[in-house]
């Protein structure tokens, strides 16, 4: 079973970046989804969240309107849309599963983790 996360880089404030989450080694489908993350010296946040029928979306409140989180069971990948980013934005993103029900906002509750991707915002 392998997470793997990608599509970070540099980028100015005010700009966008996407990044996936590429599941493997099993189907994802019913597993809710999320990512969290981890800026230097700090602890892992969480950021966003989906669960398996895209109709239910969780965010953390420095990132709504901002980021949006969306999934394609068909691909077992999950994204995230970041636009607006602010340099407060800069950290290892990390892309999670947790199996049903419900989601959750704790990391230890996410039983499958990505390696990490990072995510630079200058100002």
């Known amino acids: 079973v392998q997470l793997q996360a990608f599509g970070g880089g540099l980028v100015q404030a005010g700009g966008s970046l996407r990044l996936s989450c590429a599941a493997s080694g099993r189907t994802f489908s019913s597993y809710t989804m999320a990512w969290f993350r981890q800026a230097p010296g700090k602890e892992r946040d969480f950021v966003a969240s989906i669960i398996w029928s895209e109709s239910s979306t969780y965010y953390a409140d420095s990132v709504k309107g901002r980021f949006t989180i969306s999934r394609d069971n068909t691909k077992n990948t999950v994204y995230l849309q970041m636009n607006s980013l602010k340099p407060e934005d800069t950290a290892v993103y990390y892309c999670?599963?947790?199996?049903?029900?419900?989601?959750?906002?704790?990391?230890?509750?996410?039983?499958?983790w990505g390696q990490g991707t990072l995510v630079t915002v200058s100002s």
């Open positions: 999670a599963a947790k199996p049903p029900p419900g989601s959750a906002v704790a990391s230890g509750r996410y039983n499958y």
